[in-house]
T-cell receptor
Framework: KAGVTQTPRYLIKTRGQQVTLSCSPI?????VSWYQQTPGQGLQFLFE???????NKGNFPGRFSGRQFSNSRSEMNVSTLELGDSALYLC?????????????FGAGTRLSVL | AQKITQTQPGMFVQEKEAVTLDCTYD???????LFWYKQPSSGEMIFLIY??????QNATEGRYSLNFQKARKSANLVISASQLGDSAMYFC??????????????FGQGTRLTINP
């Protein structure tokens, strides 16, 4: 069974640009969550989607947005990139919504903003 | 707000020895889940073990066990017979329960484990 797939694995952008990251969850998983990992702030929750609806959002500015499609695949978008957006962006999927669902992570997209 | 504390930034252990990674948590929610993840240098977060707050027994998964002490609010990970491949960052995390049952993990700062041959 295929795991969580994130594309692309690496991205280099310049300040002011926008970027879209993609996440394909494990087959049958309907909940998708996104996290940002930086050396200074550690792992921080961005948002979670279930059935194409954003259920929960972390403390990030509106430049960070996302969506989920009917096949549970998810994208996140960051507009007007800043240097501080350089990070590893991790996507996780889970089988159950709430309950004891375990989140399984992809390999991440490493974004560098120059 | 829920909080996870990992007090060991780095640990060095000889191969084949057992190692304990510390994790304490703070929550006022009676229902919560505790997780350990391993992150090798490649970046992927690998799920290791889960403990529910109402579970009576400590969770075990192969060489991994979770020493859950609810009264002390600690959830230490024990790795038996360590291997060179265990060298990685290890994160303790708690699932924060929201009203809508949303999935949100709160992570500790991590412990970098190095296994020496």
């Amino acid at each position: 069974k295929a795991g969580v797939t994130q594309t692309p694995r690496y991205l280099i952008k310049t300040r002011g640009q926008q970027v879209t990251l993609s996440c394909s969850p494990i087959s049958g998983h309907r909940s998708v969550s996104w996290y940002q990992q930086t050396p200074g702030q550690g792992l921080q929750f961005l948002f979670e989607y279930f059935s194409e609806t954003q259920r929960n959002k972390g403390n990030f500015p509106g430049r960070f947005s996302g969506r989920q499609f009917s096949n549970s695949r998810s994208e996140m978008n960051v507009s007007t990139l800043e240097l501080g957006d350089s990070a590893l962006y991790l996507c996780a999927s889970s089988l159950l919504f709430g309950g004891a669902g375990i989140q399984y992570f992809g390999a991440g997209t490493r974004l560098s903003v120059l | 707000a829920q909080k996870i504390t990992q007090t060991q930034p780095g640990m060095f252990v000889q191969e084949k020895e057992a190692v304990t990674l510390d994790c304490t948590y703070d929550t006022s929610d009676p229902s919560y889940g505790l997780f350990w993840y391993k992150q090798p240098s490649s970046g992927e977060m690998i799920f290791l073990i889960y403990q529910g707050s109402y579970d009576q027994q400590n969770a075990t998964e192969g060489r991994y066990s979770l020493n859950f002490q609810k009264a002390r609010k600690s959830a230490n990970l024990v790795i038996s017979a360590s291997q060179l491949g265990d060298s990685a960052m290890y994160f303790c995390a708690m699932r924060e329960e929201k009203g809508q049952g949303a999935q949100k993990l709160v992570f500790g700062q991590g412990t970098r484990l190095t296994i020496n041959p």
